[in-house]
């Protein structure tokens, strides 16, 4: 369990991008993307996320998945589960959707 924001996304994005464009892979190979993950790494370990939005041309690295309760775009939620490949994917709810679910389980149960 984490806290997502766009923030904790960028901290996160050179090294997701290096994953996901390795020099040895079939995508990663060239020049261009090589030049992307060497800037993004000298970003340093909090980058703005304006920076790699900028870096990488759109901001799909640092968005903040919308919540899977209610289906809004709010600035940070809390993404659940999906930690194991084997794992259903992970869930991501925003405050709002977790303090109703909260208040619902003590809440007396219903017949």
Not at 9 to 34: F, I, L, S, T, V
Not at 44 to 64: A, E, L, M, Y
């Amino acid at each position: 369990m984490r806290k997502v924001t766009r923030e904790s996304n960028a901290a996160r994005a050179a090294e997701a991008w290096a994953a996901g464009y390795p020099e040895d892979g079939p995508w990663g190979a060239d020049e261009r993307k090589q030049g992307i993950t060497k800037i993004l790494k000298d970003l340093g370990d909090n980058p703005d996320p304006d920076d790699v939005d900028r870096v990488i041309g759109n901001k799909s690295w640092t968005s903040v998945d919308e919540c899977c309760e209610c289906s809004c775009t709010k600035s940070s939620v809390l993404e659940i589960g999906g930690d194991d490949e084997q794992e259903a994917p992970p869930a991501y709810i925003c405050f709002d959707c977790l303090l109703q679910g909260v208040n619902e389980m003590f809440q007396p149960a219903s017949k």
